[in-house]
Nanobody
Framework: QVQLVESGGGSVQPGGSLKLSCAAS????????MAWYRQAPGKERELVAS???????NYADSVKGRFTISRDNAEKTLYLQMNSLRPEDTAVYYC???????????WGQGTQVTVSS
């Protein structure tokens, strides 16, 4: 059974940093496009950043220059380095693994990030 387990969330003041991790198991990690999504209270889930099997990255305009997505295929782990955090970054952050050609799409349970003074 595929598992995606996020960690690294927490509370931080504006301008601070956090690094999220997503450990994957029972999945051929290297073949999947991996992504981070987030969902704030009362809002729809939105894409934050994605990284393909080849290492190509894509970011939401709101996080460009502040967040960095990366992956360690040997360790089957996805990362999101978040710098210069803002109150509007407050949300539950979800890890996603997708292989559209096979119709595979998996989600983690989410980790809370709160940015507040």
């Amino acid at each position: 059974q595929v598992q995606l387990v996020e960690s690294g969330g927490g509370s931080v003041q504006p301008g601070g940093s956090l690094k999220l991790s997503c450990a994957a198991s029972e999945i051929t990690f290297v073949t999947y496009t991996m992504a981070w999504y987030r969902q704030a209270p009362g809002k729809e889930r939105e894409l934050v950043a994605s990284i393909t099997r080849g290492g190509n990255t894509n970011y939401a305009d709101s996080v460009k220059g502040r967040f960095t997505i990366s992956r360690d295929n040997a360790e089957k782990t996805l990362y999101l380095q978040m710098n210069s955090l803002r109150p509007e970054d407050t949300a539950v952050y979800y890890c996603n693994a997708a292989w559209p050609a096979l119709g595979n799409n998996y989600w983690g349970q989410g980790t809370q990030v709160t940015v507040s003074s």
